[in-house]
């Protein structure tokens, strides 16, 4: 029977990108019924304190996020995860900051018309964004971030990883993640990270 699986996360967020990289190697090799949705750092820390450095990221974030959250409305969950590969693809290990060049090859990616980055600048479907940011936020508590995972419906922030794990590393992993899912009395496994993202 197949794990299901719901992955939160912000495209911005390189943590949730190598997160998604190992959930991504572990469904070549286990039954996984994921689902992926958006959720918003801008939103998530939009009443919080934060350095001037970290808010002046927000708006470019949201960019990002806003356009998701368009694109599954407009086009269906089925578009969700190959947008957020070519954005990411791009924001990640491409290291580009630009929307501008981002948004418009990410679009050509996935097929989508180079009109639809107005989405980007749009708060349209901010009620959607918004509603799956706390779809996913509201299952750990607000003192998270992204991403956030459920598994079989037991919802955790993380794992935070670098590098994405592959192969049977990848897999002893989940299997990890799996187990302390299934214990209803775990919370809360952390260390101070002593690495940056890496990205391979």
């Not at 957020?84 to 097929?111: F, K, M, N, W």
Request: aromatic content about 12%.
């Amino acid at each position: 029977m197949a794990d299901s699986v719901d992955f939160w996360f912000d495209p911005s967020c390189p943590w949730a990108w190598m997160t998604s990289r190992w959930v991504g190697e572990v469904s070549e090799h286990r039954d996984l019924n994921v689902t992926w949705h958006v959720m918003s750092l801008a939103v998530l820390n939009e009443d919080k304190d934060v350095d001037d450095d970290y808010k002046a990221f927000f708006p470019r974030a949201l960019k990002y996020t806003r356009l998701v959250a368009a694109a599954q409305e407009l086009h269906g969950q089925e578009i969700v995860k190959p947008l957020y590969d070519a954005l990411g693809t791009r924001i990640h290990p491409g290291g580009s900051t630009e929307p501008g060049e981002v948004i418009p090859a990410a679009l050509a990616e996935v097929g989508l018309p180079a009109e639809f980055a107005a989405y980007a600048d749009s708060d349209e479907f901010d009620p959607q964004m918004r509603a799956s940011h706390f779809d996913g936020i509201n299952r750990v508590g607000q003192d998270v971030g992204t991403p956030v995972i459920a598994v079989n419906d037991v919802a955790f922030f993380g794992p935070v990883i670098s590098p994405a794990p592959k192969g049977e590393q990848a897999l002893k992993l989940w299997d990890g993640v799996v187990a302390a899912a299934s214990f209803d009395g775990f919370f809360e496994i952390k260390r101070t990270r002593t690495r940056e993202p890496i990205f391979d």
